[in-house]
């Protein structure tokens, strides 16, 4: 009757026998080569702080920076691509682009305001860019001068965030890029001695900042690295293991995200060995992984993060550029993420006066209001085990599995195949009427449609058990 311990011997059964050995391009033990800044541990980390992180299930993104100002507009001319990349696609120069600091007076800010948005949207943690690729900080830091204590606001801005969604007791996560165009000593690739004295520098740079943020911070649960790709990232992986170990003392707890690493021999993510590095996967940026194909995702923690247009993430002025996602397909989006066992952030490009655009207040709204009702199926739950079915997705607390139905069949019946020795008890909608349940085969069962179909997503709870006996099918052959 331990639902737990059957479905995990069930989920390790069927990776042994369905995952491909090199999947994660592991080679036998024996096989590995030794490597000094490789995967720091095997397997999921199972303290409370990555129990936690994974429980949260749902977070928020916020890229906030000087790119909110123009918002993708730069000298009347709009550029369709990513607002926060506006720099580089309009290629001005640091020493015009930082001048943007002065216009930098979100009058309309309200910390506390932030807070009470995220915690009506139902999400359990915010990441908030610390510093994004255009090298503005958030926080008054003593490194460099372009931060917020230099603009006309003068205020620390990310510790009122931390301290506002501490009290709403939301988790918060710094998103910090390594890549940093304001900074001289930044070097794309390292090809000369001075090159190598000068990323030195930017690196002893970095982790100043990064001990800073961690010192004036110290509630941060995370930090997710971007901006790592570089060659001249690539060729230092001793330094990004030693980040995360720094951190790590420095914070108890603290959760790191795979994109810093790169091991010894400036391999990513996956180390030589195919072991993942840092604590969960976060490649998973703006796609999911195939529902059917990609199961081997359930085997290490992961995160995904999306946009609601294509492709913006900080504030954009002309959303009509692109496709915009509805609250529905966030939605969508987030449930699938569970269901395969990952956590999923849906950012938020706040505007230059510190309030968010219509669009995205609508759809925190409108996510929260479905995640009052229906969040059981999404915090603390993870991969099923079951196989997909086009009705929806699965997810389980380890006891109960639940139905999230986004398809409506025409039979009306909901079809499931349950794992091998599996019984379903009873079905019911959350906060719902009961349903009708039968056996149509062998593990396959149908069940009835609510008679009061609502005209959004809905859960169905299942009460599940082991079966005790040698099955009827198999008794009636003998
Ligand atoms: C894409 C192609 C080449 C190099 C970098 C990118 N890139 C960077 N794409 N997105 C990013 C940043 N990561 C997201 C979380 C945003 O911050 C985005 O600006």
């Known amino acids: 009757m331990n639902y737990n311990r059957i479905l995990k011997m069930l989920i390790i059964t069927s990776l042994i026998l369905a995952t491909p050995i090199h999947a994660q391009n592991l080679l036998p033990a024996e096989q590995e080569i030794s490597l000094k800044y490789g995967a720091d541990r095997l397997g999921k980390r199972q303290d409370d702080a990555m129990c936690k992180f994974r429980e949260n299930r749902l977070g928020a993104f916020i890229h906030w920076g000087l790119y909110a100002i123009p918002g993708g507009e730069w000298n009347g001319k709009m550029y369709p691509g990513a607002a926060e990349w506006l720099k580089s696609w309009a290629k001005v120069p640091s020493s015009e682009w930082l001048k943007l600091m002065d216009k930098w007076n979100p009058e309309k800010f309200n910390a506390k305001q932030w807070a009470k948005m995220a915690k009506e949207m139902g999400v359990k943690y915010v990441k908030i860019t610390t510093k994004h690729h255009e090298g503005f900080c958030l926080w008054p830091t003593k490194y460099t001068e372009y931060n917020v204590l230099n603009t006309p606001y003068k205020k620390d801005i990310l510790g009122e965030l931390v301290e506002a969604y501490n009290a709403e007791g939301i988790d918060v996560h710094f998103y910090f890029s390594v890549l940093d165009w304001s900074h001289p000593d930044w070097r794309y690739d390292i090809k000369s001695e001075e090159d190598e004295i000068a990323f030195r520098r930017f690196l002893d740079f970095t982790e100043n900042q990064l001990k800073e943020l961690a010192t004036l911070y110290p509630s941060v649960k995370d930090f997710w690295f971007d901006g790592t790709w570089d060659e001249s990232v690539k060729k230092n992986g001793w330094w990004t293991a030693h980040v995360e170990r720094m951190l790590k003392e420095m914070i108890p707890g603290v959760t790191i995200n795979s994109r810093l690493r790169a091991d010894d021999y400036g391999k ?60 529905y397909e966030v939605l969508e989006r987030i449930v699938h993420a569970v269901s395969m066992g990952g956590n999923m952030v849906v950012n938020f490009g706040p505007q230059p006066d510190g309030d968010f655009r219509k669009e995205e207040k609508e759809l925190a709204k409108s996510i929260g209001k479905w995640m009052k009702k229906y969040g059981e199926a999404i915090y603390g739950c993870d991969y099923a085990g079951w196989d997909k079915k086009d009705w929806g997705y699965y997810t389980s607390n380890g006891e109960n599995v639940y139905m999230v139905v986004f398809n409506v069949p025409y039979s009306n019946k909901l079809n499931v195949n349950v794992p091998k020795g599996i019984n379903i008890l009873s079905a019911k909608v959350l906060n719902g009427e009961t349903l009708n349940v039968r056996e149509i085969s062998l593990n396959e069962f149908n069940i009835d449609m609510p008679n009061s179909v609502s005209n959004e997503p809905f859960v169905i709870k299942l009460n599940v058990e082991k079966k005790e006996t040698t099955n009827k099918y198999i008794k009636a052959l003998t």
């Open 268 to 327: 990513r993510h996956f180390d030589s060995n195919g072991h993942l590095m840092g604590d969960y996967e976060s490649g998973y940026e703006r796609r999911l992984p195939d529902p059917v194909k990609d199961l081997k995702v359930t085997k290490w923690d992961w995160e995904a993060c999306m946009t609601v247009p294509e492709n913006q993430w900080g504030y954009h002025k002309d959303w009509s550029l692109s496709y915009v996602k509805t609250p």
